[in-house]
Each structure stands twice: as C-alpha cells, then as structure tokens.
C-alpha cells in the first residue's frame, strides 16, 4: 500500500462554554483535519487543535507543515510509522502538532486495512474504559465550586483547576471546591507555567492542606531546575505538562528529578507512536502518567484515547474531553463518554466516522 495524496481542511468550532487558562480566554477552537488517501482505496483521517500559546503552532503553520510534510511522505507504505516519523523530522523540524496529523491518519489507515481498532495494534486494551478529570474554567469562586458539584453528581471523581492569575483567588477557589466536593473527590491544578519557582512554592505550600492530588507545570517548561526545587520543598505531587514535548525532554524532566508525573498529549508529542515512547521512557524511571488533550475534537480524542487504554503508566485520570465542550458536525460518529468515563470507540481505525461532504466545506487543499 502506498500513500497517495494528503488533503487539509480548516474547521473552526465554538465552544459551548468560554474556557479561561492562566494563557486566554477561549471561544473557539480552530482545528486542522487531515485525509489521507492511499492506492488502494484505504483513507485514514486526523485532526488537531490549534494552541499557538502552548505549541507554538497555529492553524497557518499546521497547514503549512501538512503540506510540505506530505510531499515528503508521498509513496509511503503508511505502515512504514519509523521511517515516515524519521522522513518527516527530517524535513521539518518541530510541528509536532502537523507530524500528529499525520500520525493519527496513518494509524487510521493501518486500522482500516487490517479491519481492526487502532488499539489492537498499539498494545491492546490495558483497561476498557478510561476514568476521566473535568477541568473547571477560572472564574469567580463560587460559581467554580458550583460547576465541580454538577461535574462530581455527573460522575466525575476528579476536578482539575486552571490556576495562575492571582495566587489568593487561586487559593480561594481550591478551598471553595473542596468545600463543595468533600474528601473523596480528587482535586488537581495547572498552572499553565504561570509562576517563579518562589511564587509556586508559596502557593502550593498554602494547598496543600486541601489534599491536592498534584499541581501542573507550576514554572514555565525550559526551568526543570526551578521545577525540581518546587517539586523538592512542596508535598504535592509535581506534574510536567509544558516540559515534554520530546523524547528528549522526558530524559531530561527525570535526571533533574523535576517531576512526579508526565502529561501525555498526543498532539504536542507528534503523535501516538512517540507519545507510546515517551510513556516506555516512563516506565523505566518508575513514573505515573496522565493523558490530557489540546481540546481535539472526536480524532484526536481517539488517539489520545488508544494511548489511555492501552498504556499501564497512565495511572492517573485522563482530560480528554473536547468533544463535551464543543462539537462540530463533520463528525458523523464520535466517541461515547458515560459517567465521567470515556468508553474508546471500537470501530476500524481510530473507529470515528466522518461527514465528508460537510467538510468539503472547510477545504484548504
Ligand atoms: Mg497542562
């Protein structure tokens, strides 16, 4: 089988609810989506979500990278996932949020043309379903700890807060939510790299009594001194989310000992195969992970979904829930959240049915 020809499409798609981070305030999502066409009638589709605060990659560049990175890859048997992901770095360096495009295509691709869950072939089903974290948009405290009640009688067992602006607020909140949600819910924070190490140590020193289950990337991702120090005086699990984009990057987080637990994202690692990757690197230094999302709609919740089920280091609930927030209808059949769990789709592929003629609409190339 070999790769034909790669087609890009630009879907904007508004949020029900703004959600506010320590970086913006978020209305609508614009997300790439790929196809893939093959010689033998097989096609995968990807997408993902533009972030330029966190990736530094915009619906522009993505489509751009797509683009020149499909030239490359052009001929491609799609199975070929080492030598494609070796062919792209070496065109393009970075985009890794483009390379996951292309990632989760292929792996669509290799699903359908073996008739089988893109699961089955990234390690099988480790758990069937996948518990999930709800995280809470920044706002006044009331109406946050009103919003983790709704969440937690939905199902949730875990809340994450957005913190960051202003550390007695974000205080203020915290207590406000436990309040609310009493002991046996799980209370976790990010930062969005919002802090010094001296102001991050003060803040979370000032949790913990709320029983924080760990706080995300408290200083900006390059400081993994500033972060191991945090993560040296405070006893609240660290998390490093902003700091590990790559293989690399995870070597590093672990020999300066800066955290406790990785975030895995599909789209910042450039996909699922070197998401696996950075999940083994892991394993092997004894480290938990959580699986949390750029706001992908449908696929790239499949993808980040298919790493969930299928990786025992993911230990801690996973943030995948894009599609609860927003919605867009080029997605025919998407995946099926119940009771604060996200049931992986089963279907061939990453198993999510696309509209295709509603997203001609949105065609680029
Ligand atoms: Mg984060």
Redesign the pocket.
Known sequence: MKIDKIEAFQVAVPFKQAYTTSYSTINEFGHVFIKISTNEEVVGFGEVSSLPEFTGENLGTITEAVRQLGSVIKGCDPFDLEKIMSLMDKEVKFNNTAKAAIDFALHDIIGKSLGVNAVNFIGGRYVEKIPLSWSLTSGEPGKVAAEAVKMVEAGFDTVNLKIGANPDEDVERVRRVREAIGDKVNIRA?A?SAFTPMQAIQLIKRMEKYDMQYV??PVPGWDLDGMAEVRRQVNVRISA??SVFYLHNALDVIKKGAADIF?LKVAKMGGIRRTKQIATIAEAANMPCMV?SNFEVDIGVSAAAIVAASTKVVQYNSEITGPLRHQTDVIKKGVEYRDGFLIPPTGPGLGIEIDEKKLERYRIF
């Open positions: 990010d969005n995300e990337q989310d902003e975030a949390n």
